[in-house]
């Protein structure tokens, strides 16, 4: 079955960078986009980007470009979202999710809290 | 980019009753990209509509979608117990892919 596990919950001081993964299993990975969207304490949903595992190729919203660096290793079949420039507003829940119809898959989350 | 408005914020209804669902774009979605989600507190969001109207699989026949264009809606039917949660929208026709700030719909 299809399954996508991420990392663990993370914190991180304003201004550091933050790296979380997201490792695929019960599909070939490179057959589908990856996407982040994340989710801040008590707010809605915000989609971030997406990366085709395939090529390695991206696509981010304009929020967060430059800030933002979505990657993959298909060896382990992991895809990695990097975001830098910490703000306290990037506390959120972060998924990845493979979102191509019919069937939606989303990892359980991880939570990134920003303080110092 | 397109801005999807949901409405109500919220819904408040009993078991058995009918929930209807709105959101607007500001433009037109392409090719009707358009899903809704279902998301129960500390869980991950579930697709229950694609494509405006289609089911994903699983999803009983009394949870359906329609609209086009700008209007899109979301009707679920004889609600029960665990159709109580957070909706949105979503439209993946021109990136960003944005969501809508979701409908709670709560238990009256």
């Known amino acids: 079955q299809v399954r996508l596990v991420q990392s663990g919950a993370d914190v991180e001081k304003p201004g550091a960078s933050v790296k979380v993964s997201c490792k695929a299993s019960?599909?070939?990975?490179?057959?589908?986009?990856m996407h982040w969207v994340r989710q801040a304490p008590g707010q809605g949903l915000e989609w971030m980007g997406w990366i085709n595992p395939k090529s390695g190729g991206t696509n981010y919203a304009q929020k967060f470009q430059g800030r933002v660096t979505m990657t993959r290793d298909t060896s382990i079949s992991t895809a990695y979202m990097e975001l830098s420039r910490l703000k306290s507003d990037d506390t959120a829940v972060y998924y990845c999710?493979?979102?191509?119809?019919?069937?939606?898959?989303w990892g359980q989350g991880t939570l990134v809290t920003v303080s110092s | 980019e397109i801005v999807l408005t949901q409405s109500p914020g919220t819904l408040s209804l009993s078991p058995g009753e009918t929930a209807t669902l709105s959101c607007r774009a500001n433009?037109?979605?392409?090719?009707?990209?358009l899903s809704w989600y279902q998301q129960k507190p500390g869980q991950a969001p579930r697709r229950l509509i694609y494509?405006?109207?289609s089911r994903a699989i699983g999803i009983p026949d009394r949870i359906s979608g329609s609209g086009s264009g700008t209007d899109f809606t979301l009707t679920i039917s004889r609600l029960e117990p665990e159709d109580f949660a957070v909706y949105y929208c979503q439209q993946h026709g021109s990136s960003p892919y944005t969501f809508g700030q979701g409908t709670k719909l709560e238990i009256k």
């Open positions: 494509d405006g109207y």
């Open positions: 999710a493979r979102l191509a119809v019919p069937l939606d898959y």
């Open positions: 019960g599909y070939t990975f490179t057959d589908y986009h």
């Open positions: 433009q037109s979605v392409r090719s009707n990209y």
